[in-house]
C-alpha cells in the first residue's frame, strides 16, 4: 500500500489543526498507520524544557524576536529521523513556513522517496482571518499582533506555497477555508481522491 504524503498550509485561524485532525482520523479509520509531526507541538514542548535552548526560545519568544530558522528545521527533522518508518502516512503541519525550509523539506521527501505529497493549502481573505483570529479572545490576538502574522505569512509562507505549486513533484490542492468545518474537510477528501 502506497503510503501518503499531507503538507498543510494556512494562515493562523485558517483551521489547519482542525482539518488535520479529521484527516487523521479518516485515513486511521481505513485502517492506516499515520505519522503527525506539528512544528507548533514541538515549540510548545521545547518552551517547557529546561535547557538553554527552551530558555532561549521563551525568552525570544517573550521579546517578540524571530526564533532562528534552524530551530524548525531542526525540530521536524528530529521527528522524521526518529519517527519515520516509510509505511506510515504523514501528515506535516508548520513546516516550510520560508522558502528555504521549503527546499529542505524537498530534499527530506525525496530522501525518503514519498511519491507525490499532496500540498493542501487551505485559502482564507486576510478580511476573513483577521476576523475569526479576533474571535478566539486570546491575549495575542491584538490588532497589531494579527497584523504581524498576517504580514509574515504573506512574505515568508506565500513563496514556500509557490515553491511546492510550482514543482511538478508535487500535488498541490487548493481549499476554500470560508467554509463550514465539514465542507473544508470534504473538499480537501474530494481533491485528494480519498473519499
Known amino acids: 500500500m502506497h503510503p501518503y504524503t499531507f503538507i498543510f498550509f494556512g494562515q493562523s485561524g ?38 538553554l535552548t527552551g530558555r532561549q526560545t521563551k525568552d525570544r519568544i517573550g521579546r517578540g524576536l524571530l526564533l532562528p530558522d534552524f530551530l524548525a528545521i531542526s525540530l521536524w527533522g528530529r521527528a522524521l529521523i526518529e519517527q519515520i518508518t516509510g509505511k ?6 508548520g513546516l516550510a513556513r520560508r522558502p528555504h525550509e521549503a527546499q529542505m523539506l524537498d530534499g527530506a521527501m525525496t530522501f ?44 515568508n509562507t506565500v513563496p514556500s506555497i509557490a515553491y511546492f505549486h510550482e514543482n ?16 473544508v474537510h470534504r473538499e480537501i477528501l474530494e481533491k485528494t481522491k480519498l473519499n
Not at 498507520?33 to 514542548?45: H, Q, Y
Not at 506510515?88 to 503541519?93: A, G, K, S, T, V
Not at 478580511?127 to 495575542?140: H, T, V
Open 168 to 183: 511538478p513533484n508535487y500535488v498541490f490542492v487548493e481549499i476554500n477555508g470560508e467554509q463550514s468545518i465539514a465542507d
Open 14 to 51: 485558517a483551521g489547519k489543526g482542525t482539518q488535520v485532525e479529521l484527516l487523521k482520523t479518516v485515513l486511521e479509520k481505513k485502517g492506516r498507520n499515520v505519522l503527525k509531526i506539528e512544528t507548533g507541538v514541538k515549540f510548545r514542548d521545547l518552551l517547557t524544557s529546561d535547557t
Open 88 to 93: 506510515e502516512d504523514l501528515i506535516l503541519d
Open 112 to 155: 525518503y522517496n514519498r511519491q507525490k505529497p499532496f500540498v493542501v493549502y487551505i485559502k482564507v481573505s486576510e478580511e476573513w482571518c483577521a476576523k475569526r483570529l479576533a474571535e478566539r479572545g486570546r491575549g495575542d490576538d491584538t490588532p497589531n499582533q494579527i497584523k504581524k502574522r498576517l504580514d509574515w505569512f504573506n512574505w
